[in-house]
C-alpha cells in the first residue's frame, strides 16, 4: 500500500511516521511519501524521518517529493495536514478578532473562518488531482478547521474523505485513565460537531459509567493550545454532558478573551519558537528519536487516531471510531449531508454513522448555528462573495453583530486572506 502525506514538512509529521512503522505491517505498507511545497521544511523532516525510521526497522520506503502528482499518484490513502500561509497566517487569524473584541482562534470563530477560506481552494486543488492520479483512494483530513474542510471536500472535491480530529480520542484517554481501565474499552457516546462536541455517557464492557467520569472532567486539562478555564462547580454535572475543550470558548467566552489578551504572545508565536527547536532537532544527523519536545506541540495521540481510522477501512469487519463524516441521519435534528463529528463504523465496504440520540436542547441550538457558519463559509470561499463572507461571519456564534463582523472582514480582506469579486 502507497501512503502520501501532504503538508509532510509539518513537526507533527514524525509523529506520524512513528506509528507507521510500528503498524507496517498490519497496514501492508510499501511505501510512504512526504510532500510539501517548502523544501527548507520538507527536507530535515524527510531525513529525520529516514533515521527514525532505519532505527525502528522501517521495511517500507520513504520518498519525499514537492511534486503534488509524483506524491499522489496510484496511493491508496492520502493524508492532508497544510497550513496555508504558515503561521504568519495563523497569527493574523489569532490577532485580528481581537483587536475587535472577539476570540482569536485558528479553528473557532472569525479566526477559523479565516482559516477556512485561505485552506479551501488549496485542499479542493489536491482532491482534483488525488481523483485523476488515484482514483478510489481515501483522503484522511487533518486540516482545520477540520470537519468543515471535510465538507467541502465531500460537497465539492468528489472523492472520498474522513476528517479526523484528536480531541474525541483524547478524552477517551483521560476517561481511561481515570476509571484505570484500557482504552479500547472504553466507548463514547459523542455528538456535535468537529471542536464543537460533548460525549453524552461512557460505557466500559457495556456498563454505563458516565456519573463517574463526570466529575473527573469537571476541572480537566484540555490541549496545549486551549487556555486552561474551569467552570463554575456544578456546571458540567448540570450540563449532563463532558464538553470539548473547545466548548470553553463559547461557555467561558469572557474569561477566555481575557486570559488569551493577557499572554505577551499569540499561540501561533509560541509555536514559531517550538518550530525552530524541532527543526534545529531535524537537522541534526545524530537524532533519530521522536522529540519530547513534540509534546509541547500539541495533537496528542494524532497518530493514533490516524492509524486506527485507515486500519478499520482496511478492515473486513470494521472499526468504530469518532470522525467527521456526512451525517446521514445519525442526528436527527441536522441535515443529511452536514458533517457531523460522530461514532461511525468503519470498514472495507465504506464509512457508516451510527444512529444516536437527538442533540439535547442546551446543545442543538449552538450546534444548528455553527453549522450555518460553516455552511455560508464554504459557500464564500467557493464564490469569493463578500455577502456569504459577511453573512458567515455574523453566524459565527464567536462574532454575532455585523459591527464585528464587518471590521474583521475588512482587516481579512485587507491582509489577502479573503479576495471577494463582489
Request: proline share 6%; glycine share 8%.
Amino acid at each position: 500500500m502507497k501512503l502520501a502525506v501532504i503538508g509532510g514538512g509539518s513537526t507533527y509529521t514524525p509523529e506520524l511516521f512513528e506509528g507507521l512503522v510500528q503498524r507496517q505491517q498490519e497496514l501492508a505498507l510499501h511505501e510512504v511519501v512526504l510532500h510539501d511545497i517548502d523544501p527548507e521544511r520538507l527536507t530535515p523532516v524527510a531525513g529525520f524521518c529516514r533515521r527514525m525510521g532505519e532505527a525502528m526497522g522501517a521495511r517500507f520506503a520513504l520518498n519525499d517529493t514537492t511534486d503534488l502528482d509524483d506524491a499522489v499518484r496510484d496511493a491508496a490513502f492520502v493524508i492532508i495536514q497544510i497550513r496555508v500561509g504558515g503561521q504568519a497566517a495563523r497569527h493574523r487569524d489569532e490577532s485580528v478578532p481581537m483587536a475587535h473584541g472577539r476570540i482569536g482562534q485558528e479553528t473557532t470563530g472569525a479566526g477559523g473562518f479565516c482559516k477556512a477560506v485561505r485552506t479551501i481552494p488549496e485542499v479542493l486543488r489536491i482532491a482534483g488531482r488525488v481523483r485523476m492520479l488515484a482514483p478510489g483512494a481515501w483522503i484522511i483530513n487533518f486540516t482545520n478547521p477540520s470537519g468543515l474542510v471535510t465538507e467541502a471536500l465531500l460537497e465539492h472535491g468528489k472523492v472520498r474523505t474522513i476528517g479526523l480530529c484528536n480531541i474525541p480520542i483524547e478524552m477517551r484517554m483521560q476517561a481511561a485513565q481515570a476509571l484505570g481501565v484500557h482504552p479500547d474499552l472504553v466507548e463514547l457516546d459523542y455528538a456535535g460537531l468537529n471542536h464543537l462536541g460533548w460525549i453524552r455517557g461512557v460505557r466500559v464492557a457495556d456498563n454505563d459509567i458516565t456519573r463517574q467520569v463526570l466529575a473527573f472532567f469537571e476541572g480537566g486539562e484540555g490541549p496545549a493550545n486551549i487556555p486552561d478555564i474551569d467552570y463554575p462547580p456544578g456546571f458540567i454535572a448540570a450540563l449532563g454532558m463532558i464538553p470539548s475543550p473547545y466548548l470553553r470558548y463559547y461557555y467561558s467566552e469572557d474569561r477566555v478573551l481575557a486570559e488569551l489578551r493577557a499572554q505577551p504572545r499569540t499561540r501561533a508565536q509560541v509555536v514559531m519558537e517550538l518550530e525552530e527547536r524541532l527543526f534545529a532537532i531535524y537537522r541534526d544527523p545524530a537524532q533519530n528519536t521522536k522529540p519530547v519536545l513534540l509534546d509541547l506541540r500539541g495533537g496528542a495521540w494524532y497518530s493514533r487516531v490516524a492509524l486506527d481510522v485507515i486500519a478499520g477501512l482496511l478492515s473486513p469487519t470494521g472499526r468504530r471510531e469518532v470522525v467527521n463524516t456526512r451525517n446521514e441521519g445519525a442526528l436527527p435534528d441536522l441535515p443529511e449531508d452536514a458533517v457531523v463529528e460522530v461514532p461511525a463504523l468503519l470498514s472495507a465496504h465504506g464509512v457508516r454513522t451510527l444512529p444516536a440520540a437527538p442533540l439535547p436542547e442546551q446543545a442543538i441550538g449552538l450546534v444548528r448555528r455553527a453549522k450555518a457558519y460553516e455552511r455560508l463559509t464554504i459557500r464564500a470561499a467557493m464564490t469569493r462573495s463578500r455577502a456569504a463572507a459577511l453573512s458567515a461571519l455574523v453566524a459565527n456564534p464567536l462574532v454575532r453583530t455585523v459591527d464585528a463582523a464587518q471590521a474583521i472582514l475588512g482587516d481579512v480582506i485587507a491582509n489577502g486572506d479573503f479576495d471577494p469579486v463582489d
